[in-house]
């Protein structure tokens, strides 16, 4: 478990790592909700530094050809199951574009994640007795990262 002070908090893309194996790395994909229905597509994954867990997907949403989009930090929680070209999650389109919006410059900000947490009803990956989720694989658990 992540200590209360420690919100190291890093986009996987802006250390150019990759994840070991490219049909374990979920960016790109589309995110869709439990009937099917798209809500984004996958931009990053936000990973917590000292264990090597996505914490985060980060869901670009909205807009129409790439203008006024928007992101999004959805817990990794959410996720209920991985194909090849979807990930799906337990929430609904407008659920998410409700969220609180994507602010670089808060990603280590423990209240700023305590709110998505808050918006989206889960528990923090920080509070006593969360287990993370297991079974999901595709790179939404600890993995080997190339390019160290």
């Given at each position: 478990m992540t200590s209360n002070d420690d919100t190291t908090l890093y986009a996987l893309?802006?250390?150019?790592?990759?994840i070991d194996g490219s049909a374990n790395d979920v960016r790109g994909r589309e995110v869709?909700?439990?009937d099917g229905a798209g809500i984004g597509t996958i931009d990053d994954l936000l990973i917590d530094g000292p264990e090597s867990?996505?914490?985060?997907?980060?869901?670009?949403?909205g807009g129409i050809l790439g203008f006024g989009q928007s992101?999004?930090?959805?817990?990794?929680d959410a996720?209920?199951?991985?194909?090849?070209?979807?990930?799906?999650?337990?929430?609904?389109k407008d659920r998410v574009a409700s969220a609180?919006?994507?602010?670089?410059?808060?990603?280590?900000?423990?209240?700023?994640?305590a709110s998505i947490y808050n918006h989206f009803g889960y528990e923090?990956?920080?509070g006593a007795g969360y287990l993370y989720p297991v079974g999901l694989g595709m790179g939404l658990g600890p993995f080997p990262?190339?390019?160290?």
């Open positions: 893309g802006d250390r150019g790592q990759t869709k909700d439990a867990k996505v914490r985060f997907l980060l869901v670009e949403h992101k999004t930090m959805i817990p990794v996720v209920t199951n991985v194909t090849e070209d979807a990930v799906f999650v337990d929430l609904s609180p919006g994507y602010a670089p410059d808060l990603v280590h900000d423990r209240t700023y994640h923090p990956y920080w990262m190339a390019g160290r």
